[in-house]
């Protein structure tokens, strides 16, 4: 059977075993997005139960960041279906966009505002009232040490204070779900203390962090759940939370103490020479 017919008979299965569940709050069906004669994402079957850190790993080129487009409605799928906090993700679920946050790749950010319009933008889109959306919006330029950029347009910021912006986009409405692509990138080492403290915190209060990561030591001290996907594929999903404690993961007889030494023996490893080096 071709992978096509795969999907067909899959998403037939699944619509009718589809049932809303609140406490689960992301599960994607036979996901795909075809780029031309591409499969970016090919007919991925996933679960995350609310109140997890999951994070959601591959190389280069794998499909995460299409996947979170899929996952937020920033993406159209060409087949499969999403469904977010028991609802089905479309075109129109506008209430449903805002009980999320998201931190795309590209970060999203309007180059010509100032960072505390852009994110009073944002918070009162999410609808926010406005004494709130002042507030938070000074509470989070101070916390990320922004205020003195205040005279600067974000064109203007450095990598990874544009990062921080982009972050308190994503959170500044406290949302249910935060889909976080590449989070900790480019940010410095005490901003990224800082940023797991605060996802840790979110976590507890119940909420769900989704979120790509190439780093895999603070994957694996501060997830919960992973999933790898390779080729669009997923390879593997399961709990790391025990490697973080000198524990392992046991898969086809082996042994892995290490999400990395995991990541390389089911996406390969790869020693390639340069002949001038
Ligand atoms: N808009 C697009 N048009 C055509 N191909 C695309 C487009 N966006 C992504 N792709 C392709 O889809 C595949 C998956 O890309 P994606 O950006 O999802 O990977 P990724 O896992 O996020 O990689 P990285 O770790 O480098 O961020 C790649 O082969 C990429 O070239
Ligand atoms: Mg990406």
């Known amino acids: 059977m071709n992978s096509i017919n795969e999907f067909i008979v899959h998403n037939e299965v699944d619509q009718s075993s589809v049932r809303p569940d609140a406490r689960t709050a992301v599960r994607v069906e036979g996901l795909t997005k075809m780029y031309g004669g591409l499969a970016a994402v090919d007919g991925l079957t996933l679960e995350v139960p609310a109140g997890r850190m999951f994070g959601f790993l591959g190389p280069n080129g794998a ?88 005279r600067k347009r974000l064109a203007a910021f450095s990598t990874g204070m544009r990062k921080k912006v982009a972050f308190a986009a994503a959170i500044i409405h406290r949302p249910e779900i935060l889909f976080l692509d590449e989070p900790f990138e480019s940010i410095d080492p005490a901003g990224v203390a800082m940023l797991k403290e605060w996802l840790r915190q979110y976590v507890a209060g119940g909420h769900t962090v989704f979120m790509t990561s190439h780093v895999l030591e603070t994957v694996e001290r501060i997830c919960d759940d992973v999933a790898i996907i390779n080729g669009g594929r997923l390879v593997w999903r399961g709990e790391v939370g025990r490697l973080a404690v000198g524990g392992t993961i046991t898969l086809n007889g082996e042994e892995f103490s290490t999400l990395e030494a995991l990541f390389l023996y089911l996406v390969g490893e790869r020693r390639g020479r340069l002949s001038w080096l």
């Open 63 to 150: 499909g995460k960041s299409t996947t979170i487009g899929c996952l937020t409605g920033l993406v159209d799928p060409t087949r499969g279906r999403v469904e977010l906090l028991g609802e089905h993700l479309n075109r129109d679920s506008i209430e449903l966009k805002r009980r999320i946050g998201i931190m795309p790749e590209g970060l999203g950010l309007f180059d010509q505002l100032y960072a505390h319009e852009f994110l009073a933008f944002n918070a009162r889109m999410m609808g926010l009232p406005e004494p709130t959306v002042r507030s938070r919006v000074e509470e989070l330029l101070e916390v990320l040490e922004l205020t003195d950029a205040r």
